[in-house]
């Protein structure tokens, strides 16, 4: 019963992706502990990023079709994300603290809290079509 509860939501021939998800955590550590510096790091967790987002959106290993567009999206918004950072940084060490590098950051800062957001619509709606 333990094991369906991380398992169940995956088609049977791709239960292995719940395990998948913790791998994909320490290849991200050791991706960290391996750089050399931070603008080396950034890229090679952009390459894994791009990766990991291929393998999802071709192999598409959940049972709901939204699951597997939600996994995709999210894993897009991630690798946005990392990119906004190497520009950011490329932009802060060269030119110094720009018009660029604030509205760079706003940008981020908007994806990074949109799951956030989304999530807390969704219950909202929810919680309204419930009490209605």
Not at 29 to 36: D, N, T
Not at 41 to 49: A, K, N, S, V
Not at 71 to 95: D, E, G, Q
Request: proline letters at 2%; one cysteine or more; aromatic letters at 18%.
């Amino acid at each position: 019963p333990l094991l369906d509860s991380f398992q169940g939501c995956f088609r049977d021939e791709y239960r292995y992706f719940a395990g998948l998800f913790f791998v994909y955590r320490i290849i991200v550590l050791i991706l960290l502990v391996g750089a050399s510096t931070a603008v080396q790091y950034f890229f090679l967790l952009e390459t894994f990023l791009v990766i990991v987002l291929t393998i999802q959106a071709l192999i598409q290993p959940f049972r709901r079709k939204i699951h597997n567009i939600l996994a995709v999206l999210v894993f897009c918004n991630m690798a946005i994300i990392n990119a906004l950072t190497v520009r950011i940084y490329t932009v802060i060490s060269t030119m110094g603290y720009t018009l660029e590098a604030i509205f760079l950051q706003w940008i981020q800062l908007i994806l990074i809290y949109a799951p956030l957001l989304s999530v807390f619509v969704w219950m909202m709606y929810r919680i309204y079509r419930y009490c209605h």
